[in-house]
């Protein structure tokens, strides 16, 4: 079974905080990604990355970064947390190949007070 | 850039009917297509993945089908469930990554 693995269900945070939201991956999985949804936004893409140690910026990166030192762990960093980044956090892992499907995880809802 | 949009937004069925979930895109060169399902609060899981070379793909009560040069796929149930309730999404592969509509929230009532 497909496995991705988020570090936190449940988050709360002061504003101005470092914030790191963790995701794990046991399927040897290529690309990684994280994306935020909120009501009436659907699901936007902050980040991804197709192998170690390379990033791309996805739709709405301002504000976050990301880390990629091992394959199956992609980290999303919040430097300086604010309240309009109040949001349930997913993330999902992505093989190479045509028939593989993306897998997510089961999310962090983070509050930043 | 492609874009994604699925119609409806909303549905409720009493259940036992069969129903069409819908999605279109606007740039055919995909890869893949992939429907999901979310559950409140909780992430997205797959249900059926659609390669571009192929035109439909089935998983029990659930089909999907492709049409590439038309932007267009559906996403059939059948005989539907109170636990169909859920948020219906769809996703094209291309570039690197997927693109997502912002799905169909399906209720189920018995």
């Known amino acids: 079974d497909v496995k991705v693995t988020q570090s936190s269900r449940y988050l709360v945070k002061r504003t101005g905080e470092k914030v790191f939201l963790e995701c794990v991956q046991d399927?040897?999985?290529?690309?990684m990604f994280w994306y935020r949804q909120d009501p009436g936004l659907g699901l936007r893409l902050i980040y991804f990355?197709?192998?170690?140690?390379?990033?791309e910026k996805g739709d709405i990166p301002e504000g976050y970064s990301v880390s990629r030192e091992k394959k199956e762990r992609f980290s999303l960093i919040l430097e300086s947390a604010s309240t309009n980044q109040t949001s349930m956090y997913l993330c999902?892992?992505?093989?190479?190949?045509?028939?593989?499907?993306?897998?997510f995880g089961p999310g962090t809802r983070l509050t930043v007070l | 850039k492609q874009e994604v949009t699925q119609i409806p937004a909303a549905l409720s069925v009493p259940e036992g009917e069969n129903l069409v979930l819908n999605c279109s895109f606007t740039?055919?060169?995909?890869?893949?297509l992939q429907w999901f399902r979310q559950d409140p609060g909780k992430g997205l899981t797959s249900l059926l993945l659609?390669?571009?070379?192929?035109r439909e793909q089935t998983s029990g009560r659930l089909n999907a089908s492709l049409d590439k040069s038309s932007g267009r796929s559906t996403l059939y149930i059948a005989a539907s469930q109170p636990g169909d309730s859920a948020t219906y999404l769809c996703?094209?592969?291309?570039?690197?990554?997927?693109?997502f509509g912002r799905g169909t929230q399906l209720t189920v009532w018995p």
């Open positions: 999902a892992s992505l093989g190479q190949a045509s028939y593989n499907e993306q897998f």
């Open positions: 996703a094209v592969r291309s570039l690197g990554r997927l693109y």
């Open positions: 740039d055919s060169a995909i890869y893949n």
């Open positions: 399927m040897d999985h290529e690309n």
């Open positions: 990355s197709y192998d170690v140690k390379m990033k």
């Open positions: 659609i390669q571009s070379s192929q």
